[in-house]
């Protein structure tokens, strides 16, 4: 197909309004990597999944993989402040010419399918991958597992990390259907690592393998790590959570083949150096983590009473309005000493209705607040407001909230 010519403005201005489409199955995918010579299958890969943590795992993965000596392609979602954030090697984000080009190449292909931006994205990142000599490729799930865009590779290892309620709408309304959807990256006779500990879901992931197995007459190759399985050595991940993260990917380096196992002291060296942005992310006063759902929400709480940061401490929150977050709220309202609610602006279409929480904020049945809540809906004005008083400032709620925060203070990349 005939290719056109974009800048990198050009190039996102063409793929963001993709976003408000979600679209699973592979055909797409598959055809627009046909399209550029089909990389993902040039290099070796390791496909994580999971509602929580398969951000941190896939990053711990990497560091580890380049302190082995391997080049190392790593393919995250989504992105705080730039989208170059989702496509590195050897940490080193995508090029903005190379997002140029990439997108130029395949404008023609997108739009006679009517590809997604998660389609296009993963296109992109094996491409650039392949491009710049990646060696290894750690690659995220998008959203779900069986039909996800990433789940085109064939990979040396497949991961879940947990399972949570999250994105009920398009994986199902309960924890069972949810791990089905997630267990779908499952590969017969590829190591498939289980870091969920709830026994009954584990079964579901487990038994939906070896499913998967049987119908491609195929054995069966699941490693369940043990509930109480974490690092106990150095880790630049802060949180207690962050030790079973830590602990996954340890299951998941240990279940590659021996070509590509990194030794114990690259492991340490790796999990010692590794750095997520947005995960209970110190920067001075302010304090970042992407918790975006009940399930994350907990584990930043119990975070923060394990370890809490200097008081008074003041929350800027804006949670999207498909998630739980009353329940959100609610365990938020017991670390911190003062609470702002606003309106991400790069989530403004997706955000929670003000008229709903204004009626929760004054409802007198609401459980008891720790914490004085006030709603700002103009975002500059709560992001001045937050900062009155405090010592340590806590965004939370989404990716977009911090994204939003660290570009407006000058933090990110």
């Known amino acids: 197909m ?38 993902h299958t040039l290099i070796p890969s390791i496909h994580i999944g999971g509602t929580n943590g398969k951000g941190s795992v896939a990053a711990l993965v990497a560091e580890a993989l380049g302190c082995a000596g391997w080049r190392v392609g790593l393919y995250t979602s989504p992105h705080l402040i730039s989208f170059r954030e989702r496509i590195r090697v050897d940490g080193v984000p995508i090029s903005e010419a190379a997002v140029a ?3 130029s190449r395949m404008a023609g292909r997108i739009q006679e399918r009517g590809a997604t931006f998660f389609e296009a994205a993963t296109a ?19 959203l779900g597992g069986r039909l996800d865009s990433t789940n085109i590779v064939s990979p040396l290892v497949s991961a879940v990390t947990k399972i949570a309620m999250d994105h009920m709408k398009y994986l199902g309304e309960n924890l069972t259907d949810i791990a089905r959807e997630k ?10 690592v289980i870091g969920e500990r709830d ?29 109480d399985y974490q690092w106990t050595g150095p880790l630049g991940l802060r949180g207690l959570h962050q030790r079973r993260n830590a602990g996954v990917a340890h299951g998941i380096l240990m279940a590659l083949p021996e070509r590509w196992r990194p030794s114990l002291e690259a492991i340490q060296q790796g999990f010692a150096d590794a750095r997520v942005p947005g995960r209970l992310d110190r920067q001075g006063k302010w304090l970042f983590d992407v918790a975006h759902n009940p399930d994350g929400m907990e584990s930043l709480v119990a975070a923060l009473r394990a370890d809490p940061p200097p008081g008074p401490v003041h929350a800027l929150v804006s949670i999207l309005g498909d998630k739980e977050w009353p329940t959100m709220l609610v365990w938020l309202d017991s670390v911190v000493d003062r609470g702002f609610l606003t309106v991400a602006p790069s989530a403004a279409e997706r955000g929670w209705d003000l008229g709903w929480l204004e009626t929760w904020l004054a409802r007198s049945d609401r459980p008891p607040a720790h914490a004085p809540w006030t709603l700002v809906p103009d975002f ?20 977009h909230t911090v994204g939003d925060v660290m570009e407006e203070l000058g933090l990110g990349e």
């Open 2 to 39: 005939n290719s056109v010519s974009l800048s990198y403005n050009e190039a996102l201005a063409f793929l963001y309004p993709r976003t408000t489409t979600i679209k699973f199955g592979l055909d797409t995918t598959a055809a627009l990597l046909r399209d550029l010579g089909d990389p």
């Open 101 to 103: 080009m990439w997108t």
């Open 124 to 142: 992109m990142a094996f491409a650039d991958f392949a491009a710049r000599g990646a060696e290894i490729a750690v690659v995220e799930v998008g």
């Open 183 to 192: 267990a779908g990256i499952a590969k017969p006779g590829i190591p498939f």
């Open 199 to 227: 026994p009954a879901v584990v079964e579901v992931l487990r038994s939906e393998a070896r499913r998967l197995a049987l119908e491609a007459a195929s054995r069966s190759d699941v490693r369940v790590l043990p509930p």
């Open 380 to 399: 500059g004005t709560a992001l001045r407001e937050v900062q009155r008083g405090a010592e340590t400032v806590l965004v939370t709620g989404s990716f």
